[in-house]
């Protein structure tokens, strides 16, 4: 008996599932973005935002269009997780990014103060979290202090003018140059509580830009206002864990780099936290600066 090829067409495979986007994935995965765009929110105490970070974590394809959706408003994701919610950060061209310049408007007519207010940030998440070793640890508590941040910035004020006057460089302030080496020597000069009738600190002074930072970062859901000592006492907390990614995120940057090369705060696994100043009076600290200087 011959046998006969069979010519037949082959009965097409089952169609794959189909992994169209619709609408509404598109709306959830928005609404995880506005979520994580809301510092205070706290997935613990909000049930769809639960939802979402757990579909997030068990959908690839859902977590990709979310990420997709995050990049496409100049977004950088730092982490999705129950503990941080999801965490993301503006990229600079982002319409989300608070311009250091718009940021000092706000509470100075004088522009040039925008460096002033880029250095107390820088000094607050220093003093936040001083050591490479605190910076990695997820429970870490940071403190602060008003008068402690000014004092720091004063004492690395006072390294940078020993610095630049070794090299031979001209002390005298630029208000109007870029970068770390010109916001210091505004500082310097600047008073540190000014001078009002009722003795109320003003918002021009060096201690009323890290009351306004502070203050920001306290409203932002960064940190927690424990007390009024030192001119206002802060913490940061395992609710306030997204300052931590983002202060992560800067952390290789070339002014925080330059911050830590000046020695105020050591980078080595040692017990100090701050270095103590070699000529405290010299600083023109404000009184009960609240540093937590220990020996070495």
């Not at 820088?122 to 870490?140: C, K, N, Q, S």
């Not at 690395?156 to 630049?164: Q, T």
């Not at 800067?250 to 000529?279: F, H, I, K, R």
């Amino acid at each position: 008996m011959t046998e006969h090829a069979d010519w037949r067409e082959p009965e097409p495979a089952p169609a794959p599932a189909s992994t169209a986007v619709t609408p509404a994935d598109a709306a959830d995965a928005a609404r995880l973005v506005a979520f994580g765009l809301q510092p205070k929110l706290q997935p613990a105490r909000d049930q769809e935002y639960a939802d979402l970070l757990r579909r997030y974590r068990e959908d690839p394809p859902f977590a990709r269009l979310a990420d997709a959706v995050a990049t496409g408003l100049g977004l950088i994701v730092l982490e999705v997780s129950p503990r941080a919610g999801m965490a993301v950060t503006a990229a600079e061209d982002s319409v989300f990014t608070v311009r250091m310049g718009d940021y000092a408007r706000r509470t100075s007519a004088d522009g040039g103060d925008r460096f002033l207010h880029g250095l107390a940030h820088l000094a607050v998440a220093a003093m936040a979290f001083p050591r490479p070793e605190d910076l990695a640890d997820d429970g870490y508590i940071g403190r602060v202090t008003v008068n402690g941040v000014d004092a720091f910035v004063r004492q690395a004020c006072h390294r940078l003018e020993e610095r630049a006057a070794e090299q031979g460089e001209n002390t005298d302030p630029v208000s109007d140059a870029p970068g770390l080496e010109a916001a210091w020597r505004i500082w310097a000069r600047r008073s540190s509580t000014g001078a009002t009738k009722d003795a109320r600190r003003l918002a021009g002074s060096t201690t009323g830009i890290v009351a306004k930072a502070v203050s920001f970062l306290t409203d932002s859901g960064f940190l927690q206002r424990t007390g009024d000592d030192n001119g206002g006492t802060y913490r940061t907390t395992p609710a306030t864990y997204r300052y931590q990614l983002q202060v992560r995120d800067m952390a290789g940057g070339a002014a925080m780099a330059e911050l830590l090369d000046l020695g105020v705060v050591p980078v080595t696994d040692g017990t100090p936290t701050l270095l103590p100043p070699e000529d405290g009076d010299a600083l023109d600290l404000v009184a009960d600066a609240g540093l937590p200087f220990h020996s070495a």
